[in-house]
Structure formats: structure tokens, C-alpha cells
């Protein structure tokens, strides 16, 4: 189907500390929202972050689910900044629930979950996912496969939804752009060496795996984006390389950098695009 616990844990359970050389001091693992030429890494995250939180109308509400919740920093933004009473992460990594749960802020947790098992003891006024449902079905799947999965995320989310209740998501998308032989190498190392068993969706796969559940509200496209944030992971990166390969090997610490390469390529090229879309529960 898509990335299960073995997946995840080939991925990130390799150290914190590694991801923190790289992700800094937000350790947030998906796309910035960049504006000025000069910004750092810390600006671009958390205007992202706040960004999610305005899609989410999550101001002053009481509860906030994030599927696949990394290293909790939408979790904390949403509370310290955006007046959210609780936060409720959920993810497949150890790592990234001992990592959250250290802080024992009881406005927070963190859950060892499947989504296609959650059940929340009551509903939520919004529901976010930022860069993991590229994780939840494997790209050689079939049309079939794809569309079912993409549907029962889609109603999983709509029952745990207050009514009315908001659904932010950024994925990963299959870009328009034809993939060149290059390309095809570095998907290749994408999907056997950092995200085995994944896949990004098709922008009409999420439209109708909605259709009938949610009202599309925006819909954005910030591939130039991606583009800029794998530049800097990658000078973060080969700015502590020495310790890097310290902590996980040189192998590891060179298939990240051609990774965030190829990937950037990708991005810049139109061969992938960064999907941002918001919801509201029909």
C-alpha cells in the first residue's frame, strides 16, 4: 500500500540530532514559504506554519489534529501562537513521538498511530498534514488502489471533523513537466533510499477523493518553494557534513545530499509540484 512502520523507521529513526543539522531549529521537514531574497530557514517555516494555522481557522479553537506530525513544531505553534487548547499529533515514528512527549506540555501529545486505524475520542475543529500522504500509497499502485485510499482519507477526515471544520493539506504532487532520464535516477534513489514505498498523488486524484465530502477552498502551487528550502537543508547539511557522517555514516550523509539535488531539479522543472489545498466539511 504505501510507507508502513518499517518504512518510516528506515527513514526517521535515524537521530534526531541528524535532522536538527540539516531541518535547524524548527526541525520542520516539508516546504517553506519563502518571500524575501535573504530569508533563513526559521522565517520561511514558521510563516508556513502560521499560514496553516490561518487555512485551519484554528484560532481559539479547542482541538487540532496534525496526521503525520514530525517533529510536533506545528503541534507547538498551534498552541503557543495560535491559542489552540489542544494538539494531537499522530505518526509511525517512535523517534518523532519520544521526541514530542519529552516536552510533557499536556497542551500537546503525540500518538503512535496509524490513520487508518485512528479513532479520536471526539471531534476536531481542524485537521492538518503537511507533506505525508505522499507516504500512504506506493507509486506502482494501481488506479484503483490510488483512488480507494485517496477517498477513505478523505472520509476518515470528514468523521472526525466538527461541522464545518477546516482540512489543510501540502503534498507532494506529480508535476506536468515529462521526467528526463535524470529525473528517473533520482526518483529512483527517492523511493528505494529515503521514502521506500511512497508516491505523490495526482492533483484530480484529491479532487475526487473529496467530491462530496469536503468544499475545495484554495488550491496553490509553491514548487519554486521546495526548490529553495532543499537548497538550504543541503547547504545546512554540507555545512556540519563532518559531523553528520559522525553520527550516521558517509553513505547515508551522500545519498541525502544527492537527494536533495535530484529532488530540487525535479521541483524546479515543473517534473513535481508542492500542493497546497484547503477544505471545508461539506
Not at 9 to 22: C, M, P, R, T, V
Not at 139 to 166: M, N
Amino acid at each position: 500500500m504505501g510507507s508502513g512502520p518499517a518504512s518510516i523507521k528506515f527513514h526517521y529513526d535515524q537521530g534526531d540530532e541528524f535532522f536538527a543539522l540539516w531541518l535547524g531549529s524548527t526541525m520542520t521537514y516539508s516546504g517553506g514559504m519563502w518571500e524575501g531574497a535573504e530569508e533563513d530557514l526559521r522565517t520561511v517555516q514558521l510563516r508556513k506554519l502560521d499560514y496553516v494555522a490561518e487555512q485551519a481557522r484554528a484560532a481559539g479553537v479547542r482541538r487540532v489534529l496534525d496526521i503525520g506530525c514530525g517533529w510536533g513544531s506545528m503541534l507547538r505553534r498551534l498552541v503557543d501562537e495560535h491559542g489552540v487548547e489542544r494538539a494531537i499529533g499522530i505518526t509511525l515514528s517512535e523517534a518523532q513521538v519520544a521526541y514530542i512527549n519529552a516536552e510533557c506540555d499536556p497542551r500537546v501529545e503525540a500518538r503512535l498511530q496509524d490513520w487508518r486505524t485512528f479513532e479520536p475520542e471526539e471531534p476536531f475543529d481542524a485537521i492538518v498534514s503537511l507533506g505525508t500522504i505522499e507516504h500512504f500509497v506506493n507509486i506502482s499502485a494501481g488506479e484503483k488502489v490510488r483512488a480507494q485510499t485517496y477517498r477513505e482519507l478523505f472520509e476518515r477526515c470528514h468523521s472526525w471533523l466538527a461541522r464545518g471544520g477546516r482540512l489543510v493539506l501540502q503534498t507532494m504532487a506529480q508535476g506536468h513537466a515529462p521526467l528526463d532520464r535524470r529525473a528517473v535516477r533520482d526518483l529512483r534513489l527517492v523511493l528505494t533510499k529515503i521514502y521506500p514505498n511512497s508516491g505523490p498523488p495526482l492533483l484530480r486524484e484529491l479532487v475526487a477523493g473529496c467530491d462530496g465530502l469536503f468544499e475545495i477552498i484554495s488550491v496553490r502551487n509553491d514548487r519554486m518553494d521546495y526548490t529553495r528550502t532543499l537548497m538550504a537543508w543541503h547547504r545546512n547539511l554540507r555545512a556540519n557534513r563532518k559531523q553528520a557522517v559522525e553520527l550516521v555514516g558517509e553513505e547515508v550523509v551522500d545519498t541525502h545530499e544527492r537527494f536533495f539535488t535530484g529532488l530540487s531539479r525535479h521541483f524546479m522543472l515543473g517534473q513535481a509540484e508542492l500542493l497546497w489545498m484547503s477544505f471545508s466539511a461539506i
